[in-house]
């Protein structure tokens, strides 16, 4: 059984988040979602939250976990099983820090690939810091995030 992970502090989770997610679990019998609990972040919703706000999104999908995790990536992966770690790539700035974790990543565990998929073009411009402050500021971002995380929004 192939399963994959796909970590993220995802705060919170946005439709280019779902897109990612919704392409990979074709990919690997199981995706993991990790929800990481402490990143080095000011985030507007809990670890829990976060977790059950992607879980909702997820919901019917049958091979989709979503987890909260804590600590390194590779060890995270270590512990569900998993040999591959995916990431959505928007265009420029993603790819260098995304170059930079990957060799990172094998560099602690050789035998972790990692596999980064391109966002899809109408979601290349959505950040979740950006989608909060859109939020914050009355801008209609309906069409950015999954019902649940609108509600949470508002």
């Not at 992607?54 to 049958?62: E, K, L, N």
């Not at 995790?69 to 700035?93: C, D, I, Q």
């Not at 035998?111 to 391109?118: F, G, R």
Request: net charge negative; with cysteine.
């Amino acid at each position: 059984m192939l399963t994959g992970i796909y970590p993220g502090s995802f705060d919170p989770v946005h439709n280019g988040h779902l897109d990612i997610a919704l392409r990979a679990s074709k990919l690997f019998d199981k995706l993991i979602i990790g929800v990481y609990d402490k990143p080095n972040k000011n985030n507007r919703f809990t670890g829990a939250q976060r977790t059950e706000m992607f879980r909702d999104a997820t919901g019917p999908i049958d091979n989709i976990e979503v987890v909260q995790f804590s600590g390194l990536v590779t060890s995270f992966a270590k512990e569900m099983g998993a040999k591959v770690v995916v990431r959505g790539l928007r265009a420029g700035f993603d790819f260098e820090t995304e170059f930079e974790m990957a060799l990172m990543w094998r560099n602690l565990d050789p035998e972790l690939d990692i596999i980064c998929l391109m966002s899809s073009l109408k979601y290349q411009f959505i950040y979740s810091s950006r989608i909060k402050e859109v939020a914050d500021l009355g801008g209609d971002i309906s069409n950015l995030v999954p019902q649940n995380v609108l509600k949470s929004l508002s």
